[in-house]
T-cell receptor, first 115, second 114 residues
Framework: AQSVTQLGSHVSVSEGALVLLRCNYSSSVPPYLFWYVQYPNQGLQLLLKYTSAATLVKGINGFEAEFKKSETSFHLTKPSAHMSDAAEYFCAVSDGHSSASKIIFGSGTRLSIRP | DAGVIQSPRHEVTEMGQEVTLRCKPISGHNSLFWYRQTMMRGLELLIYFNNNVPIDDSGMPEDRFSAKMPNASFSTLKIQPSEPRDSAVYFC????????????FGPGTRLTVL
């Protein structure tokens, strides 16, 4: 069975500071991993995805994530936070291999940016 | 591409009434997912379809909930009768299996049951 754990339901950083959102996964098969972002009153948007190619994945809005198999982690980072980054972030895992794959979402991390 | 389309965007109804939420997936996508999001429970997968066939409805909370996908371009989620605890944002998402499972979400329907 697959699962995702996001450490920290709420993270607050200063504008211009490093953003680090943590995600650990569990999967019995090589996983596909995702980070989604949800802005207030909107649906989820894909930030980036890992599908067994390069372990460092670059996404939109300056975010990136590194797949570390030995640590079963897929942490999301951004070097310099911007006020517009305030949102809820979801880590997710899928096996992506079956004919009807579903995604297992984490519980989400709310990112706040201090001026 | 228009993306995933959901209607209505907002629905306010009274307890006991029937509610029907609609979704049009992205053209060509072969999987469709219905989610519910609340502050208390977060994002919950209710049911998903592959090639118009329901694959897993274990997330449907009660028999009051039903979902259909009569064709590749349309799906409905029905609640009958509705209850105040059904108040939530309901999302529809679609995906193409060959894309590695990436799902594209609609804007959601905010349901309020009084």
């Amino acid at each position: 069975a697959q699962s995702v754990t996001q450490l920290g339901s709420h993270v607050s950083v200063s504008e211009g500071a490093l953003v680090l959102l943590r995600c650990n996964y569990s999967s019995s098969v090589p996983p596909y991993l995702f980070w989604y972002v949800q802005y207030p009153n909107q649906g989820l948007q894909l930030l980036l995805k890992y599908t067994s190619a390069a372990t460092l994945v670059k996404g939109i809005n300056g975010f990136e994530a590194e797949f570390k198999k030995s640590e079963t982690s897929f942490h999301l980072t951004k070097p310099s936070a911007h006020m517009s980054d305030a949102a809820e972030y979801f880590c997710a895992v899928s096996d992506g291999h079956s004919s009807a794959s579903k995604i297992i979402f984490g519980s989400g991390t709310r990112l706040s940016i201090r001026p | 591409d228009a993306g995933v389309i959901q209607s209505p965007r907002h629905e306010v109804t009274e307890m006991g009434q029937e509610v029907t939420l609609r979704c049009k997936p992205i053209s060509g996508h072969n999987s469709l997912f219905w989610y519910r999001q609340t502050m208390m429970r977060g994002l919950e997968l209710l049911i998903y379809f592959n090639n118009n066939v329901p694959i897993d409805d274990s997330g449907m909370p009660e028999d009051r909930f039903s979902a259909k996908m009569p064709n590749a371009s349309f799906s409905t989620l029905k609640i009958q009768p509705s209850e105040p605890r059904d108040s939530a944002v309901y999302f529809c998402a679609s995906s193409l299996m060959t894309s590695g499972g990436e799902q594209f979400f609609g804007p959601g329907t905010r349901l309020t049951v009084l």
